[in-house]
């Protein structure tokens, strides 16, 4: 996927408001692998919803977002499979992690699909992000800056063309901020893929192509 194109894309829920200041919502907006993209929204404006509508999660939106000019509501449920298996990766601001399950089984839970890294290089980003003492724990028994540093480790546990990071430093201090951006533009040039980072004011610092005001 090359890639994302969003045409006079609105929530539904926004559709009856009087008027809509927005550099992406009812506008034509293109997103290209290899460059870097910063969605900054006030909350309530629609920045989850952004994500997913992208990812497939949810289609309650007017107008159209394509792949490489394909409809995404078109899709079918194998090709969706597929995308999230080896194009897209996501980063959701709810994390979506399983309680009941090791931090290093919720990582292995997405790598095995594509078997992308190796068990010693999944444990080289837990030790990288401070957390290489939390691989056996329960998810639910971390606090919720340790879950964002495994959710992000999992993002990038898969090929992709795409990688949408959801508010992912909002737990997070300077220094670990530092080394997730640091990872992440590691693995983005290794696989050339776009990323699309959303904030309400704290950010991964990145040097963004293109800063957009949801």
Not at 12 to 28: C, G, L, M, P, T
Not at 30 to 44: N, R, W
Not at 155 to 172: G, K, M, R, T, Y
Request: charged share 20%.
């Amino acid at each position: 996927m090359n890639n994302i194109n969003l045409q006079h894309t609105l929530p539904k829920v926004f559709a009856e408001r009087d008027s809509i200041v927005s550099e992406v919502w009812y506008k034509n907006m293109e997103l290209h692998k290899g460059e870097l993209y910063l969605i900054e929204a006030a909350s309530g404006t629609g920045k989850s919803s952004f994500c997913s509508y992208i990812y497939g999660y949810r289609n309650d939106y007017l107008g159209t977002i394509a792949f490489d000019k394909s409809n995404i509501k078109n899709l079918s449920v194998s090709q969706w499979v597929e995308l999230r298996k080896s194009s897209l990766s996501m980063l959701f601001q709810e994390l979506r992690l399983f309680s009941e399950l090791t931090a290093l089984e919720n990582v292995q839970l997405k790598n095995n699909l594509t078997k992308y890294k190796s068990k010693e290089e999944m444990v080289a980003f837990f030790e990288a992000l401070g957390i290489a003492d939390k691989l056996d724990a329960k998810v639910g028994k971390l606090s919720f800056g340790q879950q964002q540093r495994v959710a992000f480790i999992r993002a990038l546990c898969q090929p992709f063309d795409f990688i949408f990071l959801d508010e992912p430093i909002s737990h997070l201090d300077e220094t670990n901020s530092q080394i997730m951006g640091n990872l992440l533009m590691s693995e983005v040039n290794k696989q050339g893929a776009g990323v699309i980072v959303t904030s309400i004011g704290k950010q991964i610092e990145l040097n963004y192509t293109k800063i957009f005001k949801l």
